[in-house]
């Protein structure tokens, strides 16, 4: 008898533990290089959204985990932008519009985090580049979804150098 029951709880595990599990069809953000990011640029202007983060940057990982994961951030982020996640503190060398940018051993990051940032290092920072030829606007912090969908949205939606931030802030509702 003990050995029936053995059996029943062995076949009952092996039957539960078996099934297929559910597909995991959470999209994931198709990050781009810069490199990459040029090339596009010849076929489609787009604003850029660069993640420019640490290894060592505990904020970074939440905002991977919680903004960069969001389904609805991915989605907009990927048919508006081209996505650029950038390691501020690489050693390699970076050339991004005709320029070389090396690593800086007196700042410990890599020049074209200065330049992005101007000067001004805090991480996470989200970095637009508008389609318009202006430069880089970066956003320093973690930025939760909602947060993230009234600046993606000011730019992805072309009003970014038409309608002054505060005007487009004043009558944007959040969806996100």
């Known amino acids: 008898m003990q050995k029936l029951i053995l059996f ?3 076949a009952w595990l092996m039957f539960f533990s078996c099934g297929s599990k559910p597909a995991n069809d959470t999209p994931k953000l198709q990050w781009m290089s810069l490199k ?8 489609e202007k787009r604003p850029i ?6 290894d060592w940057c505990g904020w970074c ?6 903004t960069y ?3 609805k951030v991915i989605e907009y982020l990927q ?3 081209y996505p650029v996640k950038l390691d501020a503190e690489t050693r390699d060398r970076i050339t991004w519009n005709g320029k070389n940018y090396v690593f800086n051993s007196a700042y410990k990051t890599n020049e074209i985090a200065l330049y ?8 996470p920072t989200t970095v637009i580049i508008p389609t318009d030829g202006s430069g880089p606007q970066p956003i320093p912090g973690f930025l939760e979804p909602k947060d993230l969908e009234l600046i993606v949205k000011y730019f992805g939606e072309d009003k970014y150098g ?3 931030f505060d005007q487009y802030q004043k009558g944007f509702k959040t969806s996100w």
Do not use: C, H, P, R
């Open 69 to 71: 994961t969001n389904k």
């Open 49 to 54: 959204l660069i993640d420019l983060y640490t």
């Open 162 to 164: 038409k309608v002054a």
């Open 61 to 66: 990982k939440v905002m991977d985990k919680k």
């Open 36 to 43: 990459e990011v040029e090339l596009a640029m010849q076929k």
């Open 8 to 10: 029943g709880i062995t």
């Open 116 to 123: 992005l940032t101007s000067g001004q290092l805090s991480y």
């Open 79 to 81: 048919d508006k932008f």
